[in-house]
T-cell receptor, first 115, second 113 residues
Framework: DSGVTQTPKHLITATGQRVTLRCSPR?????VYWYQQSLDQGLQFLIQ???????AKGNILERFSAQQFPDLHSELNLSSLELGDSALYFC??????????????FGPGTRLTVL | EDQVTQSPEALRLQEGESSSLNCSYT??????LFWYRQDPGKGPEFLFT???AGEEKEKERLKATLTKKESFLHITAPKPEDSATYLC??????????????FGSGTRLLVRP
């Protein structure tokens, strides 16, 4: 158990809908990262937050957004869902202050299925 | 562009048959190289971090090494429970204050009893 929690574990929804994925980082970690893992793309970085502020964006679609709250949990919002958004979404957390403390620990993931 | 390539894509071993997995990388500046293990439908599990060429780390039957262009994950006398996908990721010296990881596509290891 990495200490990172994600809810829900599974999500099945229809095209055009909007969903919210939630992540609680390990105690003491200030950085939260979101990754998408699909069969053809592997693990792709989406976005990073550090202590409530957006730090970096990767290949995140405009239909997707995220935020980190004062208690450091994070939410990833996916809207106008398409079939191609079906994937595993992982949250990872780290202390965020640099080596050797910047190892990212991953949560169990949320499996999103868009029908 | 920063890139990570892992080989082979898949590897089948007999229990006790040692082997190595390769991770070659191209980054503008390496901050760290990470190895993770991932079981089907689960999140990646952290194994090792390597920071500089020549560094080695060991954990049970696994040993990770790092050169300036690649990393190896050596598996000595593997057991069936070592079957998983092994992911390599690099963290480049950030241009945007990000510590994001760039992942390879992984090596699927199957160890037969």
């Amino acid at each position: 158990d990495s200490g990172v929690t994600q809810t829900p574990k599974h999500l099945i929804t229809a095209t055009g809908q909007r969903v919210t994925l939630r992540c609680s980082p390990r105690s003491g970690d200030l950085s939260v990262y979101w990754y998408q893992q699909s069969l053809d793309q592997g693990l792709q970085f989406l976005i990073q937050y550090y202590n409530g502020e957006e730090r970096a964006k990767g290949n995140i679609l405009e239909r997707f957004s995220a935020q980190q709250f004062p208690d450091l949990h994070s939410e990833l919002n996916l809207s106008s869902l398409e079939l191609g958004d079906s994937a595993l979404y992982f949250c990872a957390s780290s202390v965020g202050r640099g080596p050797p403390t910047d190892t990212q620990y991953f949560g169990p993931g949320t499996r999103l299925t868009v029908l | 562009e920063d890139q990570v390539t892992q080989s082979p894509e898949a590897l089948r071993l007999q229990e006790g048959e040692s082997s190595s997995l390769n991770c070659s990388y191209t980054v503008s500046g390496l901050r760290g190289l990470f190895w993770y293990r991932q079981d089907p439908g689960k999140g990646p599990e952290f194994l090792f971090t390597l920071y500089s060429a020549g560094e080695e780390k060991e954990k049970e039957r696994l040993k990770a090494t790092l050169t300036k262009k690649e990393s190896f994950l050596h598996i000595t006398a593997p057991k069936p429970e070592d079957s998983a996908t092994y992911l390599c990721a690099v963290q480049a010296i950030p241009k945007d204050s990000s510590y994001k990881l760039i992942f390879g596509s992984g090596t699927r290891l199957l160890v037969r009893p």
